[in-house]
């Protein structure tokens, strides 16, 4: 906590002068080659899907969004709901990405409203077993703001409530009306009113469902819209992410309407948080755009190393051709089929390839471009 208006201040300078060297070296980059810009958004696509969902419960695999969402095919066993989900969740990105582009157009309740209706698609009925033996039931409703209490059981054990249905409407007109003239006074950077725009998102939680995701969307759509690159919340980091959210909640303190109107400085540890997040995620851009070579290989946000050599090459020669046979390998990579199996055994543990049904191999890591 900064109790002096100098440390607040340094801590903000420090936080927004990593993000503008990131930056900086980003737009050094510039402008990216079709090429370029096909492969990172195809990446980003599937990245982002995976983790914001992920993070809330779905169980499709990382190979499984990756099939799902660029061949429209579901591999293997996956809860119907779960593809769905995952789907619709990918029409939300583009729908956000489409309108994140029409910059004179101001942000809107309605388009909150309809981005939330297109990821849950429709109403449905939630069923909760009571003490006793007896059962209670209530309708999420798709598109519209919750008409119930809700709230958290936190990672310590306390319940944390959100806005009453009551005063939902007028704190998401505050934060609409807060985040278009954040926009057109330039008085905080990008990432600032990303991160200030989430934190009092969250606090509102203005849906009965979906809200995470929503505010996930929300943030690449101000990223987006001033030209700064779209992140990803990896689902392996999410008690990093939750735990920010709570150290600031600490600080900002339990009523909902002081989290819906939260300043830069009640929220400096989730902004210092979300500056780190940035920073991290547009240097793995980079590093995906830069770093080249046949041993250079990417999964879910990260480089990939082997300590086999061979094992890069087996990658590499089904990449090139993904109809090769094991014995083919074998032959090729230089090692007995035995080795050949164990490596495609390790390979499809952790997720990196599958082999369809007519024997095709598919790379779910991702090569160097």
């Known amino acids: 906590m ?15 002068d990593k993000v503008e060297k990131i930056m900086e070296r980003w737009n050094s980059l510039l402008p990216l080659s079709e090429r370029d810009r096909e492969l990172l958004s195809r990446r980003f696509t599937i990245d982002f899907n995976y983790n914001s969902n992920h993070i809330e419960g779905n169980t ?23 593809v769905q989900e995952m789907t619709a969740s990918n029409v939300g990105l583009k729908m956000m990405t489409e ?32 003490p006793g033996g007896q059962t209670t039931s ?6 519209q703001y919750k008409t119930r209490p809700n709230s958290v059981i936190t990672r310590y054990g306390d319940r944390f409530e959100y806005a009453s249905p009551e ?46 995701r929503i505010a996930r969307l929300m943030v690449n759509y101000i990223l987006s819209r001033h030209g ?21 909640d600490l600080t900002v303190g339990a009523t909902p309407h002081l989290g819906a109107h939260a300043s830069r400085r009640d929220i400096q540890q989730f902004l210092t948080y979300f500056a780190n997040l940035f920073v991290e995620e547009v240097n793995y851009n980079i590093q995906f755009l830069t770093e080249r070579g046949e041993n250079v290989w990417w999964f879910d946000g990260e480089r ?10 087996i990658l590499n020669l089904m990449y090139a051709n993904p109809d090769i046979t094991i014995n083919a390998l074998s032959e090729q990579v230089g090692i007995n089929v035995a080795a050949i199996n164990k490596q495609l055994k390790q390979l499809g543990t952790k997720g990196y390839i599958q082999r369809s049904q007519n024997g095709e191999w598919r790379l779910i890591i991702t090569p160097s471009i």
């Open 2 to 16: 900064y109790t002096l208006d100098g440390d607040f201040l340094q801590k903000t300078a420090t936080d927004m």
């Open 60 to 82: 499709l695999t990382y190979g499984q969004t990756e099939i799902l969402l660029l061949f429209g095919k579901v591999i293997g066993e996956a809860e119907v709901r779960d």
């Open 99 to 130: 309108e994140a582009a029409v910059k004179d157009v101001p942000l809107t309740q309605n388009f909150i409203r309809t981005l939330h209706k297109t990821l849950l698609r429709e109403d449905y009925t939630v069923y909760r077993n009571l």
């Open 138 to 143: 209530y309708t999420i409703h798709a598109g």
């Open 167 to 212: 005063e939902t409407s007028s704190l998401m007109t505050d934060l609409v009306d807060w985040y278009n003239e954040a926009e057109q006074s330039g008085k905080f950077t990008p990432v600032e009113v990303a991160a200030i725009f989430h934190y009092r998102y969250i606090r509102i939680h203005p849906f009965e469902d979906g809200n995470g």
């Open 228 to 248: 700064y690159p779209m992140i990803v919340v990896r689902s392996r980091k999410k008690n990093e992410y939750l735990e920010a959210l709570h150290k600031t």
């Open 304 to 313: 990939v190393k082997f300590r086999s050599p061979s094992t890069s090459k």
